[in-house]
């Protein structure tokens, strides 16, 4: 776990799934997700200081280690979990919304020019820059309490899927780099 300053360009990014579709109930999904992100983390400089999976959504704030435009990476990654990501659902013989998860996927990239099979990420990101410190913390705070707005824990922390548990001190799924000054204890 590493310290930071606020010095260089942070962005508050969400990437949400088609038609605001749950999907992230499954671990085996969520997992694709995880994998990639520290994929990219490993191999693609990406910087990743607070991030949360919800059931449709992904919520992080991240920036670049190196000159590889955050724009690319991003595109890689939706990229790359949108084919595991469906080939996971096809595969899946416990999956109960199979037929329509496909159905979905399927419809939404028929109609799109650029796909050629199945759609499964919204296009684009929502990305915002970051540039007062006090930006930087209501949108931490924003990752942090999803989970707990949303009723599935009662502490940010005892969501696995978020870098609510690095900021306590504890282990995460990802390593993140701390932004000084603002553990949640």
């Not at 605001?20 to 200081?49: E, M």
């Not at 759609?119 to 684009?124: E, L, P, V």
């Not at 940010?156 to 990802?174: H, M, Q, V």
């Amino acid at each position: 776990m590493t310290a930071i300053r606020f010095t260089k360009e942070l962005y508050f990014v969400t990437s949400t799934v088609i038609d605001w579709i749950d999907v992230f109930t499954r671990p085996a999904y969520k997992h694709i997700v995880v994998d990639s992100l520290k994929y990219c983390q490993a191999n693609k400089g990406l910087d990743i200081y607070a991030w949360v999976l919800m059931t449709n959504h992904l919520h992080m704030i991240v920036g670049t280690s190196d000159s590889t435009p955050l724009s690319d990476i991003l595109r890689d990654f939706k990229k790359f979990t949108s084919k595991g990501i469906v080939k996971a659902i096809e595969q899946n013989q416990q999956e109960s919304r199979k037929e329509w998860l496909m159905d979905r996927c399927w419809f939404r990239g028929a109609n799109d020019s650029k796909i050629k099979n199945y759609k499964f990420w919204q296009d684009g990101c929502y990305v915002e820059n970051i540039y007062t410190y006090e930006f930087c913390m209501e949108k931490l705070k924003y990752i942090h309490m999803n989970p707990v707005r949303q009723e599935i824990v009662e502490r940010p922390e005892d969501y696995l899927f978020s870098s609510a548990r690095n900021y306590c001190g504890e282990k995460g799924l990802l390593d993140v780099s701390i932004i000084a000054s603002c553990l949640m204890r």
